[in-house]
């Protein structure tokens, strides 16, 4: 295993480090049973990059992901978001980082059934300090005419793509997507990761995304891979191929 | 927060059978106080205004005969306001077209000027002229009862001279508020009426000049009335007073401050339980709104959303339910109030009803609705705000299985699968199980306090009117009268028989208690007079001692054994002690008993009566009270058949006209929360059923897994919902009960029945909606979206 202090200082030494977790465990207790879901992950994520998470289902993933976005709290280790600690953070000071500073996309897009397209993106933007407008937002994603939809009335990949849109309409200081294309057919997933590469491109955010697929990998500017609740491995790719070109 | 709030309000909609089902329970609990506390201040403001406008009487006392002049002595009694000194005269009447026979009173007025104490209120004409004799005012009741209006006419038998009378006005009396004959439980202003008219011509007509037999008197600001009514006493007693007596004796008073007693008990009792369902189902239906709304919320606290606005937005949820509820609740009151009102309008008579639904009345509605929301909602939007976001992005966390003892029966084996989803889904989700259960026996405890009080007042009817009373004819005599008045009557037509009573009016004494009523002397071996206890078993008259009501000897706090105090008011007034031997149990009435040849031992008299009872045929009744009327010594017929069917329509339109409404709310209850839950257990189970269709299972067996559930909790919520109903009524029961009626606390298997049945016909209904629903379930759409 490569040692991990030599990646960071090789990379940092382009790029501002945005996220920086050292020793960060996160252990699920279910009655008799404990459930190591991290074990000490070493990683970073630097401004405006687009990092991919590789690694087999269960492997930790979306849980690290949610203690970057503030949506958990980890066990130990720490979490610095622009030499904040997010570990040390209260309940106000989460929420506060979740409004401002981070854009989230799930897995399961989560959108609020009784509301459309629109009104899911809005209810981001009514709370945000600079947002684009919701129709902004989801012409971004290429959704202009499907704005008054409610979620049951769009596809998988449309809802994702609203999911999309809702989580860039802020304009975050960093977007995480957790296997924004899990559910989704191949053509209908390079749609849905040309929108991210977009925002990524175009605005700047520093992009965190999960996948398990390898060929997503190659449109990141760095791949990190975990297995059983670490960092297995780590590469950055001397070029970010278009995910058009992406096929599998 | 503009998409938050149509968040809410396609929420609503989409919950509209559950924010239906809920916002009935709270306009229940809201229309329940507001009706009771409606009537309770309006009535008690109403009885005020008119007691003070128009001096209603402090003190009262009967006498034989007092000259005028006796009048100086009382009013120079200290504390005493006004006093009239006047002439009661019982009368019979004649009514055109009214066969059945009509006793009433006849009160003198001071000759052209209204009284100081108990002032009429003219409904319409006038008070008699001064100076003339054939005038009279007439009670408003009697009037309607009869059809009769100002300048109609009136045959009045007064000392056995017949007079006819003009009548010169309708009047009101606050005297006469609840107006009921001297022998009577219930009104009857068929029989029985009570007239006004000139003093110097009354006490002409009653033989009655210059003196007086009846005394009312108003006191000074802040004197009680213990002293006076001693010193009354004194002054009457060798007058053949019989008794002064404060308001808490006056019977109309008594009766309205009963009226008074059963609304505020009603007011507190009835909105306590609806609220309290209101809360409990509020608690349940924002719990599983919440439950399903997880991932939303979630979503909402990953995006920045505080706990605040969260917490606001189900807050405001819960909030549009109370405020649908309760605007509801605030008409329907407002509504039966109004109802309510004209039902006391014919009993109560007062100058006008003010019903008026007061700002603090609604204020206080809400403000009880709305905190039993809040209590019942805050545990539920509390889980919301503590979820962690992480938490509930996932879908719930695996449920674990164990295997029951049920499931590892060899029984197991027989049960096909969709029971066995059934059976499983309820063990595992024991809370959900027992909060739809209790959900379900709530509505049946509902249906069982509204309807018990129907069965309980027939049976509080049949156990008058067949055990205790059973004659046909109660007649009074204007004195007491040798035993052999009785041989007389059995002679007459149709009389079948004939038992004579010896009535003392007395006031019973324990420690501080006291108590105005009579002791009724009956016959060793009395066949018309029944004396039960708590099982319906008679009870033997003692040779000996008295009984009494047990509610009268709870009152005084006296046990079986104890000497009991008598001051005996009629005659020559002695004070003697008298044992307990026993109690009684009776719904109706606060008397005492004796062996009346012991009463008469104990009045030192001869065998004396005060009246007779009579079994008599029906064909011949007329004849009969033809010659009863011809009979000086007899002062009143009661006819104690036409009585049993007064009370029935009393009780009907007092009590019952509550209790229906009561009972509309329940069933409307019951069925909204079976409604409400067979509607959630769907919504949670809509994956699995639409699953469970694409892997090919009929749409009966899915309906089953619904239906079964349902059922089996209904079966095991039908007999909680007894335990639960009879404990509501009990305590109903108990803070309803007051000197005149006690409506036994008795739960008939009719009404359990009826509230097992309630809870099946709703359900059934129910299921047969849901069922449905089923039929169009959208498979695809259902497994799309998950909730
Ligand atoms: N709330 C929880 N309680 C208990 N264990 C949990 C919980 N959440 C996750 N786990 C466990 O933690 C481990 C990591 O889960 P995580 O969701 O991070 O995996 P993942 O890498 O995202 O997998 P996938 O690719 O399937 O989404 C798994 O073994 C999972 O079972
Ligand atoms: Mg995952």
Not at chain 2, 52 to 58: E, I, L, N, T, V
Not at chain 2, 218 to 235: E, F, H, K, N, R
Request: net charge neutral.
């Amino acid at each position: 295993m490569t040692s991990e202090p030599e990646i960071t200082s090789h990379v940092s030494e382009r790029r501002e480090e945005v996220f920086r977790t050292e020793g960060l465990t996160k252990v699920y207790v279910m009655g008799e049973v404990t459930i190591h879901a991290l074990r000490g992950v070493n990683m970073a994520l630097y401004a405006g990059e687009l990092t991919v998470l590789l690694g087999a289902s269960g492997c930790g993933k979306s849980t690290l992901l949610n203690i970057l976005g503030g949506l958990d709290v980890a066990t130990g280790g720490t979490v610095r978001y622009r030499g904040r600690d997010l570990t040390r953070a209260g309940e106000r000071e989460l929420t506060r980082y979740r409004r401002y500073e981070v854009g989230f996309v799930f897995q399961l897009y989560n959108m609020i059934p009784s509301l459309t397209a629109r009104e899911n993106v809005a209810i981001v933007t009514e709370i945000a300090r600079e947002p684009m407008t919701p129709e902004e937002a989801l012409a971004l994603v290429g959704l202009d005419d499907r704005m008054d939809h409610f979620p049951s009335q769009l596809s998988g990949g449309q809802q994702q793509r609203v999911a999309i849109a809702r989580a860039i309409a802020k304009r975050p200081a960093v977007l995480l997507c957790d296997e924004p294309t899990g559910a989704l057919d191949s053509k209908t997933s390079v749609g849905v990761l040309q929108a991210i590469e977009n925002i990524n491109r175009e605005l700047g955010t520093t992009t965190g995304l999960i996948t398990h697929n390898e060929v997503i990998g190659e449109m990141a500017d760095r791949v990190i891979r975990m297995s059983d609740g670490k960092v297995a491995e780590e590469h950055r790719n001397p070029s970010r191929r278009p995910p058009a070109e992406l096929s599998w | 927060m503009r998409a938050l709030n149509r968040k809410l309000f396609r929420d609503l909609s989409t919950l509209k059978g559950q924010v239906a089902a809920i916002g009935v329970v709270i306009a229940a609990g809201v229309m329940t106080l507001i009706v009771f506390m409606t009537t309770l201040d309006s009535l008690t403001l109403t009885k005020d205004r008119f007691y003070r406008d128009f001096q209603f009487a402090d003190v009262f006392a009967d006498l034989k005969r007092a000259p005028n002049s006796v009048g100086e002595r009382l009013r120079e009694v200290s504390g005493v306001n006004h006093v009239e000194t006047r002439v009661h005269a019982p009368i019979r009447m004649e009514v055109p077209d009214f066969g059945d026979p009509v006793r009433g009173r006849l009160i003198s007025l001071p000759d052209g000027r209204q009284p100081n104490v108990n002032r009429l209120y003219v409904r319409e004409g006038a008070l008699p002229e001064p100076g003339r004799p054939d005038q009279v005012a007439v009670n408003e009741v009697f009037a309607e009862a009869h059809d009769l209006g100002v300048g109609d006419c009136l045959t009045v038998i007064i000392r056995g001279s017949m007079e006819t009378l003009a009548i010169a006005g309708i009047v009101l009396s606050p005297e006469f508020v609840y107006q009921l004959g001297p022998a009577d439980l219930f009104p009857d202003y068929e029989r029985y009426g009570v007239l006004w008219m000139n003093e110097r011509a009354l006490a002409n007509a009653y033989g009655m000049d210059g003196a007086f037999n009846n005394v009312v008197l108003t006191l000074q600001a802040g004197v009680v009335p213990g002293p006076v009514i001693d010193s009354l006493d004194q002054i009457l007693a060798p007058y053949g007073g019989i008794g002064a007596y404060g308001r808490e004796d006056q019977m109309s008073h008594r009766f309205v401050s009963d009226e008074l007693d059963q609304v505020r008990a009603m007011a507190t009792i009835l909105p306590a339980i609806f609220l309290g369902v209101a809360a409990f189902l509020l608690h349940v239906l924002m719990g599983r709104i919440i439950r399903t709304q997880r991932e939303q919320v979630a979503v909402l606290k990953a995006f920045g959303y505080t706990n605040g606005e969260i917490a606001f937005h189900y807050a405001l949820l819960t909030g549009v339910i109370v405020l649908l509820g309760s605007v509801l609740g605030i008409l329907l009151g407002a509504w039966a109030a109004d109802g309510l009102a004209r039902i006391y309008m014919e009993y109560f008579r007062f100058p006008e009803i003010g019903f008026r639904v007061r700002g603090w009345v609604i204020g206080l509605a809400v403000a009880v609705a709305g905190g039993s929301a809040f209590f019942g909602a805050f545990a539920a939007v509390r889980g919301a705000v503590k979820l962690p976001p992480a938490e509930a992005m996932r879908p719930p966390a695996p449920e674990r299985f164990h295997r029951g003892l049920l499931e590892r029966s060899p029984l197991w084996r027989f049960i096909g699968q969709p029971t066995r989803i059934i059976l499983r889904n309820l063990s595992r989700h024991r809370m959900k199980s027992a909060l739809s259960v209790s959900g379900i026996a709530l509505s049946g405890a509902l249906l069982l306090v509204g309807s018990y009080q129907f069965n309980a007042v027939d049976h509080m009817i049949d156990i008058q009117y067949r055990l205790i009373q059973r004659m046909d004819v109660h007649l009074t005599f204007t004195d007491p009268t040798p035993e052999r008045s009785i041989g007389e009557l059995r002679h007459q037509p149709g009389v079948r028989y004939a038992e004579g009573y010896r009535s003392v009016p007395v006031r019973l004494v324990n420690r501080g208690a006291s108590y105005q009523t009579s002791i009724l002397g009956i016959e060793g071996d009395s066949s018309l007079r029944g004396l039960i206890d708590r099982r319906h078993r008679p009870v033997a008259l003692p040779p000996e001692g008295m009984l009494m009501t047990d509610y009268l000897a709870d009152y005084l706090g006296v046990f079986p054994g104890d000497q009991v105090e008598v001051e005996v008011l009629e005659g020559h007034r002695r004070t003697v002690s008298v044992p307990l031997a026993g109690t009684v149990d009776e719904p109706i009435g606060v008397s005492a008993y004796m062996d009346r040849r012991a009463l008469n031992r104990l009045m030192r008299e001869g065998p004396a009566l005060s009246g007779a009872w009579l079994l008599t045929e029906r064909r011949e009744e007329r004849a009969l009270y033809g010659e009863l009327w011809r009979m000086s010594r007899i002062a009143s017929i009661g006819l104690i058949r036409d009585a049993e069917s007064n009370i029935r329509e009393h009780m009907e339109e007092t009590v019952l006209a509550f209790m229906a409404v009561a009972l509309l709310l329940a069933c409307s209850i019951a069925f909204g929360v079976i409604y409400n839950n067979a509607r959630i257990a769907l919504a949670e189970r809509m994956r699995e059923l639409a699953t469970l269709r694409v892997l090919g299972f009929s749409r009966g067996e899915v309906a089953w897994i619904l239906i079964g559930e349902i059922a089996l909790l209904t079966v095991i919520a039908i007999p909680l919902g007894w335990v639960l109903g009879t404990l509501f009524a009990w305590s109903l029961s108990y803070a309803m009960s007051v000197d005149m009626f006690r409506i036994p606390f008795i739960v008939t298997t009719w009404t359990y029945a009826f509230s097992a049945a309630g809870v099946l016909v709703a359900s059934f209904l129910s299921v047969l909606l849901m069922v449905r629903r089923i039929r169009k379930l959208d498979m695809v759409s259902a497994l799309k979206t998950g909730e």
